[in-house]
Structures are given as C-alpha cells and as structure tokens.
C-alpha cells in the first residue's frame, strides 16, 4: 500500500525556516518525479517544488524561488522541503506528491499524503 506522511510543519516567525519531510511507503522513490504542492486556507493549490528521479533536476515556483530546497535521500524514501526567509504568504497546508517518471511534475499526480499547516505569523 502506497503511503506518503508529510512533517515538520508548524507555527513560524515571519523570516524564520522550517524543514519538511515526506516519508514514502509501499513505493520507490526512484520511480517517480516528486512534488511538494500547497494550498493555502480559500485558495487553489499551488505547486511549489518538483525533483526529477531521472537527474535530480529541480524546479521552483517563482514565488518560493531562492528560499525554499527540494532534495530526497533515496536510502530512506523520504524527501524533503527546506523553507527559509519564511513569508506570511507562505501559510498553507504543504502536500507531497508522486508524480510519473520524467514528467517534472507536469503531469497529474500518482499519490499524495494528508498535509501538514505551515503558519507564518507574528
């Protein structure tokens, strides 16, 4: 059974940083492209990150560019979303998400996991 537990959230400083973690099961990280997407509360989901399994290549929206890094550690399934110079408008619930092989996270996801709140606020 497929599974992806996100973590590490929480109520953040605006300036302050905060390090995600999804945890996969039941699947191998090497086969897919994985994501990190948002959705903040009202809002549409946004995606924020993608992480090709083929290259490595990564990939930003504009509005995290140059704060927030996407990296995985294939030994433990597990990727990661490290979130610095932390924005009030980066408040959301962050969701990570498997998406087909080489695809750079274009296509529709796989799988994705329950989310875990950011809050940035003073």
């Known amino acids: 059974q497929v599974q992806l537990v996100e973590s590490g959230g929480g109520l953040v400083q605006p300036g302050g940083s905060l390090r995600l973690s999804c945890a996969g099961s039941?699947?191998?990280?090497?086969?897919?492209?994985m994501g990190w997407f948002r959705q903040a509360p009202g809002k549409g989901r946004e995606g924020v990150s993608c992480?090709?399994?083929?290259?490595?290549?990564?990939s930003y929206a504009d509005s995290v560019k140059g704060r927030f890094t996407i990296s995985k550690d294939d030994s433990k399934n597990t990727v990661y979303l490290q979130m610095n110079s932390l924005k009030p408008e980066d408040t959301a619930v962050y969701y990570c998400?498997?998406?087909?092989?080489?695809?750079?996270?274009?296509?529709?996801?796989?799988?994705w996991g329950k989310g875990t709140l950011v809050t940035v606020s003073s």
């Open positions: 998400a498997t998406y087909p092989y080489g695809t750079s996270c274009t296509y529709a996801m796989n799988y």
């Open positions: 992480i090709k399994s083929s290259d490595g290549t990564t």
């Open positions: 039941g699947f191998t990280l090497d086969y897919y492209d």
